[in-house]
C-alpha cells in the first residue's frame, strides 16, 4: 500500500540531491528568497499576475481603509500591504492569526467548493474539469505559492480518486502531494511557508476529528466556536514548535483568538472575491457590496487589536533542533497509535 509512496520517496530525495545539494550554484538557488513560482513580473505569466494583482489593490484601496484594505487582499490574492501598517501586521504576529491574510489551502477549497455548488454533482467529469481548472486560475493569479500550489495539488488528488470511486486517506494524499511538489521543484522543502502548510494540514489530517469530537463532548456542543477551537488546537499541534524554531516566540492568545476571528473569513473572502471583477462592471454595486464585507473585516480587525494590547499576549520561547526532532518523533508514534486504535473500533 505504502510502497508507492516510498518509491516517490526516493526520486524526491534524489532530486533534492542532484538540484539542491549536488553542487553550490544550485543549493543557492533552492535557497533562494522568492516564494511564488510565477514572481518575474517581466515574463508571462508573472506579467499579467502582477497586473491583476495592482488592479486588485487599486479596487480594495479605493473603497476601504487602512488596515481594513490590507486585510481583504490578503485574504483574497495573497498581497502583502501589511508593511504599510505595521502596528497592524504586529498585532496579527502577537495574536497569532498572520496565517489569515496569507492565501491557503483555506482559499483553495473554498472556491473549488463554490465552483462545485454551483454546477452540482461532482461525480461529472465536466463539473470536475472545471473545478480543477477555476482552482488552477486562482491558483495562479494569488502568486502559486507553497501553500497554494500544496493544496490544489491535494485538493485535485482527492477530488480525481473520489471521481473514480476511490478512497483515499488525507494522510497519504498529503504526503503523496509534498513529494510530487519536492520532484517538480526542490527549492520547496527549503521553503518556511510550504513547510509550515504542510504541518499545519497534517494536523489537521491527524487529530482534527478527534479533537474537535471530544471538545463537542466536553461542551456539549458543536457549534462553529468549538470547530475552529478544535481545528486550531489540531494546526498549532505540529506548527507551534517550528514557529518557536524559526522564530523564538509563541502566542498565549492565539487558541482564543483564532476561533472568535475564523468565522468572518470565507464570508468575506468569498464577498471580496466577488468584489474585485464587480469594481470593474459597476462601481456603484460594488460599493453596495463593500456595505456587508466592511462589518466583517470591522469585527476581525477590532478582535485583533483589543487582544494585541493585553499585557500577556505571548512569550518568547526558542526551540533547538534536537528537541524538535524528539517532539516530532514523539507526535508521530502518537498518531500511529491513535489511527491504529480508530482501525480496531471501527471494525
Not at 131 to 147: D, H, K, Q
Not at 196 to 222: C, H
Not at 236 to 265: A, D, E, H, K, M
Amino acid at each position: 500500500m505504502y510502497l508507492p509512496l516510498l518509491l516517490i520517496m526516493i526520486v524526491a530525495l534524489i532530486r533534492v540531491y542532484f538540484s539542491c545539494l549536488g553542487s553550490s550554484y544550485l543549493y543557492n538557488a533552492c535557497l533562494e528568497p522568492r516564494e511564488g513560482m510565477f514572481s518575474d513580473v517581466e515574463k508571462f505569466p508573472g506579467k499579467y499576475i502582477n497586473l491583476f494583482r495592482q488592479y486588485s489593490i487599486n479596487a480594495v484601496r479605493s473603497t476601504f481603509p487602512s488596515p481594513h484594505s490590507e486585510l481583504l487582499l490578503g485574504m483574497v490574492i495573497g498581497v502583502d500591504e501589511l508593511g504599510k501598517f505595521s502596528k497592524f501586521k504586529d498585532a496579527l504576529k502577537t495574536t497569532g492569526t498572520i496565517h489569515v491574510v496569507v492565501v491557503s489551502g483555506f482559499n483553495v477549497s473554498l472556491i473549488s467548493n463554490l465552483v462545485m455548488r454551483a454546477l452540482g454533482s461532482r461525480y461529472k467529469l465536466r463539473n470536475t474539469l472545471i473545478a480543477t481548472f477555476s482552482t488552477l486560475i486562482y491558483s495562479i493569479m494569488t502568486g502559486f505559492e507553497p501553500p497554494v500550489i500544496r493544496a490544489w495539488v491535494m485538493g485535485n488528488v482527492v477530488s480525481w480518486v473520489k471521481f473514480y470511486g476511490r478512497d483515499v486517506d488525507g494522510f497519504r494524499a498529503l504526503i503523496f502531494t509534498a513529494l510530487v511538489m519536492v520532484i517538480i521543484w526542490p527549492y520547496f522543502i527549503f521553503s518556511v511557508s510550504f513547510q509550515l502548510s504542510f504541518l499545519a494540514t497534517l494536523g489537521l489530517v491527524a487529530f482534527g476529528n478527534d479533537i474537535v469530537s471530544l471538545l463537542s463532548r466536553i461542551f456539549k456542543s458543536k457549534s462553529f466556536f468549538i470547530e475552529d477551537l478544535g481545528t486550531t488546537f489540531s494546526a498549532q499541534i505540529f506548527v507551534l514548535p517550528l514557529s518557536s524554531y524559526y522564530f523564538g516566540r509563541i502566542s498565549l492568545v492565539s487558541f482564543l483568538v483564532n476561533p472568535l476571528v475564523l468565522w468572518t473569513v470565507p464570508l468575506a473572502t468569498i464577498l471580496g472575491t466577488l468584489y474585485i471583477p464587480l469594481y470593474l462592471l459597476s462601481k456603484v454595486l460594488s460599493k453596495i457590496l463593500s456595505l456587508f464585507i466592511y462589518p466583517l473585516l470591522d469585527v476581525f480587525t477590532e478582535t485583533v487589536m483589543f487582544f494585541s494590547r493585553l499585557s500577556v499576549t505571548g512569550m518568547s520561547f526558542n526551540i533547538g533542533v534536537n528537541v524538535l526532532v524528539v517532539y516530532y518523533l514523539a507526535i508521530f508514534i502518537v498518531y500511529f497509535l491513535v489511527s491504529k486504535n480508530r482501525k480496531k473500533y471501527e471494525k
